[in-house]
């Protein structure tokens, strides 16, 4: 899907320290997920979330703490 590469390109270029992806996680469906490249570093890891903008609020905030975990 050209939206959804274009959505994985516009979020490499503005969360330079997360890997991003499109994957199908149990009978839940596709989600987007968010790694860190950085796995030791403090703060958030990993964002799966089915809305865009969520994950787009959830690597906006630096320390993470508005996040439901």
């Known amino acids: ?12 270029s503005s969360y330079p320290a997360f890997w991003f992806s499109r994957e199908t996680v149990g009978r839940h469906g596709v989600r987007w997920v ?4 950085d796995g030791l ?8 979330t089915a809305d865009l903008s969520e994950l787009h609020t959830a690597l906006a905030s630096p320390d993470g703490t508005d996040q439901v975990r």
Do not use: F
């Open 34 to 37: 968010a790694r860190r490249k």
């Open 1 to 12: 899907m050209a939206a959804d590469a274009d959505s994985l390109a516009s979020l490499s």
């Open 41 to 48: 570093s403090p703060g958030l890891h990993t964002v799966i």
